[in-house]
């Protein structure tokens, strides 16, 4: 089974901080990426990758950056945290159609 | 873009009985639809797929009906189970790649004892 991993389950960050989420997949896919999710707005694309230092935005990319060093890995960087980016993050890889997400980190900004 | 949409935020149906999930989605070129559940604490799970190509595809226990002709997408579950309540979300893609899937916001199912 693929399998997806998001470092943290639960994160709390203050206003202005730089917040790291890690994922890491093990099936070798090249594309990978992160959504986040929001009561009654569905999962919002913010950005992916598509192999190893490639990424393209998504659809709410503003806030955000992201890191691919290696195939495995896939970092979201919020680099100065808002309360308005408390939210589910959820991490995915895919080879073709079907994605594999991880369990999510559920980050809140205070 | 394109968005997908759900008649019922919630649903809830007796033990043992079947479900029925209804999708809209308002793109026609659309040509992949995925159904995902997501229990409380999880991440979005595969259920089951269907291309454009074929109206039904059956899985273990659940089906996936495709009505192009009025852009609808639903999903039934036979004989319910308690572990069955979770969410369930379908997305659309309409560019043969994952980044162009586009999800709805969610149906609640309970189960009810």
């Known amino acids: 089974d693929v399998k997806v991993t998001q470092s943290s389950r639960y994160l709390v960050k203050r206003t202005g901080e730089k917040v790291f989420l890690e994922c890491v997949q093990d099936m070798d896919h090249e594309n990978m990426f992160w959504y986040r999710q929001d009561p009654g707005l569905g999962l919002r694309l913010i950005y992916f990758s598509y192999d190893v230092k490639m990424k393209e935005k998504g659809d709410i990319p503003e806030g955000y950056s992201v890191s691919r060093e290696k195939k495995e890995r896939f970092s979201l960087i919020l680099e100065s945290a808002s309360t308005n980016q408390t939210s589910m993050y959820l991490c995915?890889?895919?080879?073709?159609?079907?994605?594999?997400f991880g369990n999510g980190t559920r980050l809140t900004v205070t | 873009g394109e968005s997908v949409g759900l008649h019922l935020p919630t649903l809830s149906v007796q033990e043992g009985d079947n479900s029925i999930i209804n999708c809209a989605y308002s793109?026609?070129?659309?040509?992949?639809f995925i159904w995902y559940k997501q229990e409380s604490g999880k991440g979005p799970q595969f259920i089951i797929d269907i291309r454009s190509n074929m109206d039904k595809r059956q899985g273990q226990r659940v089906t996936v009906l495709l009505n192009k002709t009025v852009k609808h997408l639903s999903l039934q579950i036979a004989a319910t189970q308690p572990g069955d309540s979770a969410v369930y979300f379908c997305a659309e893609n309409y560019s043969g790649s994952a980044r162009q899937l586009t999800f709805g916001s969610g149906t609640q199912l309970t189960v009810l004892p």
């Open positions: 793109n026609s070129a659309s040509d992949y």
């Open positions: 995915a890889s895919s080879t073709l159609d079907e994605l594999h």
